[in-house]
């Protein structure tokens, strides 16, 4: 009889997951957008996304603008420029590179939608320390806690993020660590590349078991955003957002 019931049960649980989209830069690829941008944020709240990723820099001067790449499109290495010219470089869509203050100040009105930090990984490893303490302290002036999670490739720059904000969800990028690591150091997720979860898929299940939520990136194709799906990955970070929003509502 009870063997029963906790089978009804958890059968009823595994029913009831739920795969989310992350917008991959923000949702770019539509009309009028850039990675990165603030339109690219708005789309993806618009889109439905459950959440939006975008990356964090710090410049010369110890200012936090966001960005992917270490360069600017016109060429400007962002760690070694200062903020003011930086926040002056255009985006392919016209737009001008944000800070971070003006895309968290952009996505605090975009509620419930969440947005994932990517903190690039520094030059140096001050810098990394430094990047980590300074992105905590603005989302906490922010009031914006519950809005946030991290994800950093830097185990470095990780640790840190746990360190500095303990209730934060904070997951690991790189790829290189078992869920059984993971959880030792104190992450809450990982978040991976998907040729990582389709070699290592036992991995979506051991991070399950152990309580920590399953992000894969960059997903693009349907037949990989259905794998994912299938496989109950927590989270699928995509370029193409509306793609998997539609795939979603079909499950």
């Known amino acids: 009889m009870m063997a029963a019931l906790l089978l009804t ?5 595994q029913a009831q997951h739920v795969t989310r989209a992350v917008a991959h830069r923000g949702y770019w690829t539509c009309e009028g957008s850039a990675q990165n941008s603030l339109t690219s944020l708005q789309k993806a709240y618009e889109a439905g996304c459950w959440g939006s990723e975008l990356d964090i820099w710090l410049t010369a001067d110890g200012q936090l603008v966001v960005n992917h790449d270490a360069h600017t499109l016109d060429g400007l290495d962002i760690e070694k420029t200062d903020s003011k010219q930086l926040l002056e470089s255009k985006l392919k869509n016209g737009e001008t590179l944000p800070s971070l203050e003006a895309y968290l100040d952009a996505g605090k009105s975009l509620t419930p939608m969440m947005l994932v930090l990517e903190l690039k990984t520094q030059s140096t490893p001050e810098r990394n320390i430094e990047l980590a303490r300074k992105v905590v302290d603005m989302v906490k002036d922010k009031g914006m806690e519950d809005q946030v999670e991290y994800i950093a490739f ?6 840190e993020l746990i360190r500095l904000a303990p209730e934060a969800q904070v997951a690991y990028l ?5 869920p059984a690591e993971l959880k030792e150091l104190g992450y809450t997720g990982l978040d991976y590349a998907h040729k990582v979860l389709k070699k290592n898929s036992h991995w979506i299940d051991e991070a399950h078991k152990l309580g920590l939520t399953v992000n894969v990136w960059t997903v693009n194709k349907a037949e990989d955003l259905q794998y994912f799906i299938d496989h109950k990955a927590d989270y699928i970070t ?3 957002p509306a793609l998997l929003l539609d795939m979603l509502k079909k499950k």
């Open 154 to 159: 830097s185990n470095q720059v990780g640790t």
């Open 174 to 178: 790189n790829g290189d660590k078992t």
């Open 238 to 240: 995509t370029n193409e």
């Open 9 to 13: 049960v958890s059968q009823g649980i």
